[in-house]
């Protein structure tokens, strides 16, 4: 989301370049996918902007808050690749077009993936506002057999099945932990991400099941991304916004919306981009 987040994910090229990206790029790059997060990609330095729509065969971004830009730059001394506006299955793209670019990041040389989104709190402690890292997630479409590996395997990416159980690193999320708190932030939470197709929001059955299920948040992305990212070998780092208090209760006049998740991201927008500015250097190096 633009804010994707600016999810930055790293890649690394063969041609020699370093980059990290929120979105994952080739020549050791980092990279940030990006969703409703848009200026996480003023974070980039010497940025080269690119819009999605004048870049054959690149799908384009449909939601408000996703810019729909693929900027080349740095963050500090890290070359990155940011992607600012996501690809979303309820927008119509098969799984395999919404992460299209993760092997493009790779194709580029990018070496780590940095994925940020704006999530519904399910957790009944989190708080609007809180940043969640990732410590591991729950793939209800890929559950019901739509994943984006689905079909034909490319072993130039990677192996026909692919382990899960080792995505998020834990030693990477203890650094994010202190990371955040030395750049301001309050609360940081670590737990599980769960991602439904949208674009409606949960009813209170199922906010109450994905309790049952231990769910902390959940979203309508990043985790067919992560998979992706997985399968051709990028390191993947990835933390959620918490944009709203996912409603519980059957007498709560509270609703969530769209506008809501953009003010909220918009508001926070300025510690996030400090945050993953401090990450970055770190995610190079390890
Ligand atoms: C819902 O408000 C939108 O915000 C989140 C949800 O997934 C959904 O697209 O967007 P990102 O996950 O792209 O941040």
Not at 90 to 107: F, I, N
Not at 273 to 278: I, S, W, Y
């Amino acid at each position: 989301s633009a804010t994707s987040s600016v999810s930055i994910k790293d890649y690394s090229s063969g041609s020699g370049g370093q980059y990290n990206s929120g979105y994952n790029s080739g020549s050791n790059y980092d990279s940030y996918s990006g969703n409703n997060f848009g200026s996480l990609g003023d974070a980039v330095t010497n940025a080269t902007k690119f819009d999605y729509k004048d870049i054959p065969n690149f799908p384009v971004s449909t939601v408000m808050g996703h810019a729909g830009r693929l900027l080349f730059g740095h963050i500090g001394s890290t070359p990155v690749v940011c992607m600012q506006g996501r690809f979303h299955f309820y927008e119509g793209y098969s799984l395999s077009a919404c992460t299209m670019p993760v092997r493009l990041m790779k194709l580029l040389g990018v070496t780590t993936l940095v994925v940020s989104n704006a999530a519904g709190g399910i957790n009944p402690s989190y708080r609007t506002g809180q940043i969640m890292l990732i410590k591991d997630q729950i793939n209800f479409l890929g559950l019901a057999g739509v994943n984006p590996l689905r079909g034909h395997n490319d072993e130039r990416f990677g192996d026909r099945f692919v382990a899960m159980n080792d995505v998020f690193d834990p030693e990477i999320n203890k650094l994010a932990k202190s990371v955040g708190e030395m750049t301001g932030l309050k609360e940081i939470q670590e737990g599980v991400y769960a991602s439904v197709g949208g674009p409606t929001y949960e009813t209170v059955a199922e906010v109450n099941l994905m309790r049952v299920l231990g769910v902390d948040a959940v979203g309508m992305s990043t985790v067919h991304e992560t998979v992706v990212a997985k399968h051709c070998g990028l390191k993947v780092f990835a933390f959620s916004l918490i944009t709203n208090e996912c409603v519980a209760s059957y007498s709560s006049k509270e609703t969530p919306d769209g506008e809501e998740v953009l003010q909220v991201a918009k508001e926070n927008e300025g510690k996030l981009k400090g945050f993953v500015e401090k990450m970055i250097p770190h995610l190079a190096k390890s």
